[in-house]
């Protein structure tokens, strides 16, 4: 499917010199140590290797020999999994020579390895052990070539990997559908969840992320799905299946459960796809940052929630001084890819360029993704308004920017709860471009 063997040789040109080691995901136990949580591949091992083999390593070595070193099954293993693909079967898929045994990696690994602090604990533990040093010392001796290489690869998507993030979507358009046809007052959120998922199970795809069903969209990982929906509430629905191939898509839209939406919720509707489309026409600019298309984005609900009455002043300073935060306390967006918030794991190196840094101010601190952007890039655009209540009466209580805030309107719209409306874009060489066949807002 993709030319792995390619990508490692990419890898070894920004990283020439020394052994690297990419470790594979584990299986992680839920409650005892035979019933395991979903297993779910590591994405840099998964983008050089194509493997979703637990308990693996993908060893570059300085002299340039490659080795995969996998787990073998014990004898009795057949019983209870069926056979499985040979070592030597599965290096030859990766396009790999040699195979080692991951019991011997320890023997293999020492300081200077180029690796990156793992996130899984059980790994955390290994690989401490190998190296002999306590797992908090990992941080110190990550390697920050390897972290910026992988970055700078993964970051600029292939043609085959973006329509593979457009297979996600198309099917994610397909569970939306059907989520919006199974919203009535007086259901379940959870009847509404079942009815999203229903999709992607048939197609026997996993989810990118546990997804968001939900009439309190003001609160922004709402992970529950035990609420009754009432005439006229509206459901935010945060969702992303993944491709064949284990790429994520990352839509939200918000729909209203009964006739139509009322006169309120159409023009607060309105504010967040006006930001929303001030956003994605920022990502088409030459030379664009993210931090830009925020601050598109911000300007515009900015602008919208003036013409409601809940904002005033001058609104180049309002954005400035954050007050839009109080109703969007999120960034725009972040990169996607093989994980919904791209290579996360790897940390502000990620979305921030060398010598930048996160901005402390509430609501731009939430910013994941603020560097320029670059053809091949996918970014989400996910601008959204709420009303959260203790967020409310702890501003209100203050007078926090009450230049900008109308504070006895916002009152008005305590019980609103949120709306949000995400795309997925991809920068062009000319511009830009939402992905996927189109889902209605
Ligand atoms: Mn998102």
Not at 68 to 91: H, K
Not at 260 to 284: K, N
């Amino acid at each position: 499917m993709f030319d792995y063997a390619g990508r490692r040789k990419a890898l070894r040109r920004r990283v020439p010199d020394g052994d690297i080691l990419i470790l594979s995901a584990t299986q992680v136990p839920r409650n005892y140590v035979a019933n395991t949580y979903t297993f779910h591949q590591d994405s840099t091992f998964r983008y050089y290797t194509g493997l979703d083999v637990a308990d693996a390593a993908l060893w570059l070595s300085g002299d340039g020999t490659e080795v995969l070193y996998l787990t073998a099954p014990g004898e009795d293993d057949v019983i209870w999994t069926g056979p499985v693909e040979s070592g030597e079967a599965l290096a030859a898929r990766a396009g790999i020579e040699r195979v080692g045994d991951y019991g011997r990696l320890g023997e293999v690994v020492r300081a200077g390895t180029h690796f990156v602090e793992p996130y899984d604990y059980g790994l955390r533990e290994r690989l401490s052990g190998w190296l002999g040093v306590r797992p908090e010392a990992l941080g110190g001796l990550s390697s920050a070539a390897l972290r910026r290489g992988v970055i700078a690869q993964r970051s600029c998507k292939e043609a085959g990997e973006v329509a593979e993030i457009e297979s996600a979507i198309a099917l994610t358009r397909r569970m939306l559908c059907a989520a919006r046809a199974a919203i009535e007052p007086g259901r379940l959120e959870s009847e509404i969840l079942s009815a999203l998922l229903g999709p992607a199970i048939a197609k026997e795809r996993a989810q990118a992320f546990d997804p968001i069903v939900t009439t309190h969209g003001e609160t922004m990982h709402c992970e529950s799905y035990g609420h009754v929906i009432g005439e006229g509430d509206l459901v935010l629905i945060d969702c992303g299946a993944e491709s064949a191939h284990g790429y994520c898509a990352d839509i939200t839209r918000t729909y209203c459960a009964g006739d139509s939406m009322s006169p309120v919720q159409r023009e607060v509707y309105a504010a967040v796809l006006a930001a929303q489309r001030a956003g994605i026409a920022a990502t088409a600019v030459r030379g664009a940052s993210q931090r830009d298309v925020h601050f598109a984005a911000c300007r515009a609900l900015t602008e919208a929630l003036q013409g409601l009455g809940l904002m005033r002043g001058d609104v180049e300073e309002s954005v400035q001084a954050g007050a839009h935060a109080l109703f969007l306390p999120h960034g725009i967006g972040h990169m996607l890819g093989l994980d919904a918030h791209d290579m996360e794991n790897y940390g502000d190196d990620v979305g921030y360029a060398p010598g930048e840094s996160r901005s402390t101010q509430f609501g731009l601190n939430a910013l994941r993704l603020a560097r320029r952007l670059e053809p091949g890039f996918v970014v989400t655009v996910e601008p959204g308004c709420y009303f959260i209540p203790e967020l409310i009466d702890r501003w209100a209580a203050k007078k926090y920017l009450d230049a900008f805030i109308c504070y006895s309107e916002v009152e008005k719209f305590r019980g609103f709860h949120g709306i949000r409306i995400e795309d997925d874009v991809l920068i062009t060489e000319t511009g830009s471009r939402i992905l996927g066949p189109g889902i209605e807002t």
